[in-house]
């Protein structure tokens, strides 16, 4: 792209003026329409050292009201962001429906950088760009309007813009280590800057390169592309995308109904069984955390399954400074202005961490399908999406334990009636519950679908027969257990 | 895809009947729908020899009206198609608005073919490859939907069908020696197949792996997702989809009011001068064609600039065996129905051939952006569009010429009185062209911003001042012989 890319040329000063300011009307007339229509834009500067990024942003955001844009920098990373899945900074910062963000460099210039210092195996390399396609593809098919600019100058002009910043002693700050190795290695930069902006120039997030020679041309192009941009995000609304076809190994699972819910064990044997469990659990829990394995353990079921006790007796077992339980509930405006993944993206463990989800990002192929605070489409595509989420996070190293906590209907009413009936249980039960229940069978096709669709290798579902809840206690220990010694193994 | 592709289980036979009794009725029912939404569906069939594409898609169409789809079957290249691009034989059989076109196998078996009997080199298949992404994207772009289907046997299955259709005098003649070849070759082919998968695998024209080790398991598979397909394609209307930065090179082209339109030539010098250069050209055409080398010559212009005679004044010089002046009014209803580039696609000349357009595939960014046509999305991107196409008709080999015929306003006020007077002219004068006329300025606009963009390199536009028609005439034919050696030169 950038080898056999075609200069633009820059227009006369005059010219040059009057599409300046014609754009910059434009673009302070759009965001007021990005709001009602709660388009999200996702702006990605890349390119050179030196080439002008920040000070272009600077530029852009002056035709912006503060309220409607973020600028992310990407700094140098810090000791926790270290600790998360290679995403996980970037997918945090997205922005909120009807608002800008602004990335001055971001997973191009990490990725790129790390390959061009022999950071990266070809093999290790090629896995981020499926990351990143996935990613980037993930955002447009959610609605998102992801803009791609790459800063472009020549050797030559790179050159001159380090020496001249050199000489100055208040500027001299602004030239580091890596611009200056980009400029002895150009021809080598050349190649891999060239070489990802093909392998990531899709088709509904394109490449856009900027000549980058002048500072005014430079941001006329960025204002022009972007506003273009807007203009057509603005005419598609609840755009429906092809559902992608499963390319992940999947476990063969039971239906619900299949399952026979009769395990019981007797108090005694509970007891005994817990405690060594427990023990065992406690020890493990040490070794991971210097072993540095994050833990994700998911839980899903039934009202009234019994999920709250299951996860007691795992958190009693483990140290409180390593790990957390994250209950889920409806989504907050700020979460439901975005990707409905980004919620998670922002609670994953650090390593060595353990996180407990009670309930999980799968309610969108559950409530909110059922519910229809989704379109069909969305769910039918989440599958795959949470699939592609949950690689990610296996690839990291991440131990992913998913567990269905299974009860029968009749269990339920019973469980139910006897929350109703005792006082301090009755604030477990709310009327909501009882809708829930009267769509119990739609509830159990959906479950139904997304075990089958979602166990995959690397993140199976657990089922937990939980009609002796004590039984489904011991089976999740059992289970937390034996992965995350084969986990400590490897 | 192919190799960490996951077979999906057959179903057992009551459900594998239920889904496809559903499956049938829910096509039978989106036909019309898909009339209604004049949705376009491409439907490819791709996948290892003996697979059963070819029965399965004679199950498929059992669920469509005969008068809603074609069958377009891969044959072996008759003596025209290989005197054509090779995108030609695809393009052509794209279908109508609400229609289906299935293809039984197309451009994957015609390529990953070719590479696997080393009939293309590894740039060469890369270039194919883009035509390919450029030929898909185009078509998602506009409109249409397109489902491409891989069908997966192993190894030993196709060993087994290839001995048993063998066995059988009546199906003897169905195994082809290119599937004796494959089965033999089964690793080779695997790894070619598997990165052409990769390789062409976009969001919005994804591939689908089908199971077809079971013929109504791959019929339902087929089916299944065919019908998820239109479905999800049925509710986008209007698609506006993202400009992409021009990648080709570009002449730098004047606006028409800086060119100076005072050249002339005197009725003898141009006699003399008209002898020498028809002579020449006529030549140049016979040795063109024993070097089967195709010309396309487009012509655009003011309305009575003379292009008419223009174009004369070539073809006097031709032998009339060897050109064709394709005159391009409206489209016609079923031309309409189809890509705008379609009816142009179709009217390629072949190898040694020159084929003349008398206006051109140029109306989608005058004619067709002026008059609302198509919406702005469609003429905005068409630059690119139309810079693909030409750059895929240089690629196969043809010169491509392309004429801009300038008068003033004032000139062309003079011709329009004068045929107004002149009764055997009359004719050629029309209410329409007075109303064009009225809106002179903003088809000045529109034809620099086109001259601007989509002057590239491998197909430049050639300005021919036509005040004197004389000197225009001298011109085409001197423009037309200097390419056409420099053509025989190569």
């Given at each position: 792209m950038l080898k056999n890319w075609m200069m633009e040329e820059k227009p006369e000063e005059k010219e040059l003026k009057a599409r300046l300011n014609a754009v910059r009307e434009k673009l302070w007339a759009q965001q007021m329409r990005m709001k009602e229509h709660k388009l999200p834009v996702l702006v990605l500067m890349e390119g050179w050292?030196?080439?002008?990024k920040g000070s272009c942003t600077g530029q852009v955001i002056r035709n912006i009201d503060p309220r409607f844009f973020k600028v992310a920098t990407l700094e140098k990373k810090t000791e926790e962001e270290k600790r998360k899945p290679f995403l996980s900074r970037y997918f945090t910062q997205i922005p909120e429906a009807g608002k800008f963000v602004f990335m001055d460099s971001g997973w191009m210039d990490e990725v790129t950088g790390l390959r061009l210092h022999g950071k990266l195996s070809k093999g290790e390399y090629e896995m981020r760009l499926d990351s990143i396609r996935r990613f980037e593809r993930q955002l447009t098919d959610n609605g998102y309007l992801v803009m791609k600019f790459f800063f472009h100058i020549s050797e030559k002009e790179q050159k001159k813009r380090i020496a001249s910043l050199l000489k100055d002693i208040d500027t001299e700050?602004?030239?580091?280590n890596n611009d200056q190795w980009q400029n002895k290695h150009y021809g080598k930069c050349m190649e891999v800057f060239d070489e990802y902006l093909e392998m990531t120039n899709s088709p509904s997030a394109p490449w856009y390169v900027v000549n980058a020679k002048s500072r005014k041309w430079a941001e006329l192009q960025v204002l022009e592309t972007l506003t273009e941009g807007i203009e057509i995000a603005l005419q598609n609304k609840a755009l429906a995308v092809p559902l992608l076809q499963n390319v992940f190994p999947l476990v063969k699972m039971p239906k619900l109904?299949?399952?026979?819910?009769d395990e019981k064990v007797d108090e005694k044997e509970y007891k005994a069984q817990l405690e060594s469990l427990q023990d065992h659990l406690r020890d493990l829990h040490n070794r991971l955390y210097r072993k540095q394995v994050p833990v994700i353990i998911a839980y899903e079921g039934w009202d009234a399954a019994g999920k709250g006790g299951n996860i007691k007796r795992i958190t009693?077992?483990?140290?409180?400074?390593g790990f957390e339980v994250h209950p889920i509930a409806s989504p907050e405006p700020h979460e439901k202005a975005r990707h409905y993944l980004w919620r998670f993206w922002t609670r994953l463990p650090k390593t060595g961490h353990i996180a407990i989800f009670?309930?999980?990002?799968y309610g969108r192929v559950m409530v909110e399908r059922l519910e229809g605070f989704c379109s069909e489409n969305d769910w039918k595509r989440a599958y795959h999406e949470i699939n592609e989420f949950e690689k990610e996070l296996a690839d990291w190293g991440a131990v992913m334990i998913k567990f269905w906590v299974q009860i029968d209907k009749d269990t339920q009413l019973e469980r139910f009636e006897m929350r109703q009936k005792t006082p301090e249980k009755q604030w477990k039960i709310t009327e909501e519950d009882w809708r829930n229940r009267e769509k119990w069978d739609a509830y159990e096709d959906a479950v139904n679908e997304m075990i089958q669709k979602t166990s995959t290798v690397y993140a199976p579902w657990y089922i937990l027969e939980s009609v002796d809840k004590k039984y489904a206690r011991l089976k999740a220990l059992k289970i937390v257990i034996e992965r995350l010694e084969a986990a400590l193994k490897e």
């Amino acid at each position: 792209m950038l080898k056999n890319w075609m200069m633009e040329e820059k227009p006369e000063e005059k010219e040059l003026k009057a599409r300046l300011n014609a754009v910059r009307e434009k673009l302070w007339a759009q965001q007021m329409r990005m709001k009602e229509h709660k388009l999200p834009v996702l702006v990605l500067m890349e390119g050179w050292g030196t080439a002008g990024k920040g000070s272009c942003t600077g530029q852009v955001i002056r035709n912006i009201d503060p309220r409607f844009f973020k600028v992310a920098t990407l700094e140098k990373k810090t000791e926790e962001e270290k600790r998360k899945p290679f995403l996980s900074r970037y997918f945090t910062q997205i922005p909120e429906a009807g608002k800008f963000v602004f990335m001055d460099s971001g997973w191009m210039d990490e990725v790129t950088g790390l390959r061009l210092h022999g950071k990266l195996s070809k093999g290790e390399y090629e896995m981020r760009l499926d990351s990143i396609r996935r990613f980037e593809r993930q955002l447009t098919d959610n609605g998102y309007l992801v803009m791609k600019f790459f800063f472009h100058i020549s050797e030559k002009e790179q050159k001159k813009r380090i020496a001249s910043l050199l000489k100055d002693i208040d500027t001299e700050w602004r030239v580091n280590n890596n611009d200056q190795w980009q400029n002895k290695h150009y021809g080598k930069c050349m190649e891999v800057f060239d070489e990802y902006l093909e392998m990531t120039n899709s088709p509904s997030a394109p490449w856009y390169v900027v000549n980058a020679k002048s500072r005014k041309w430079a941001e006329l192009q960025v204002l022009e592309t972007l506003t273009e941009g807007i203009e057509i995000a603005l005419q598609n609304k609840a755009l429906a995308v092809p559902l992608l076809q499963n390319v992940f190994p999947l476990v063969k699972m039971p239906k619900l109904d299949e399952i026979p819910l009769d395990e019981k064990v007797d108090e005694k044997e509970y007891k005994a069984q817990l405690e060594s469990l427990q023990d065992h659990l406690r020890d493990l829990h040490n070794r991971l955390y210097r072993k540095q394995v994050p833990v994700i353990i998911a839980y899903e079921g039934w009202d009234a399954a019994g999920k709250g006790g299951n996860i007691k007796r795992i958190t009693e077992a483990l140290d409180p400074r390593g790990f957390e339980v994250h209950p889920i509930a409806s989504p907050e405006p700020h979460e439901k202005a975005r990707h409905y993944l980004w919620r998670f993206w922002t609670r994953l463990p650090k390593t060595g961490h353990i996180a407990i989800f009670d309930r999980t990002w799968y309610g969108r192929v559950m409530v909110e399908r059922l519910e229809g605070f989704c379109s069909e489409n969305d769910w039918k595509r989440a599958y795959h999406e949470i699939n592609e989420f949950e690689k990610e996070l296996a690839d990291w190293g991440a131990v992913m334990i998913k567990f269905w906590v299974q009860i029968d209907k009749d269990t339920q009413l019973e469980r139910f009636e006897m929350r109703q009936k005792t006082p301090e249980k009755q604030w477990k039960i709310t009327e909501e519950d009882w809708r829930n229940r009267e769509k119990w069978d739609a509830y159990e096709d959906a479950v139904n679908e997304m075990i089958q669709k979602t166990s995959t290798v690397y993140a199976p579902w657990y089922i937990l027969e939980s009609v002796d809840k004590k039984y489904a206690r011991l089976k999740a220990l059992k289970i937390v257990i034996e992965r995350l010694e084969a986990a400590l193994k490897e």
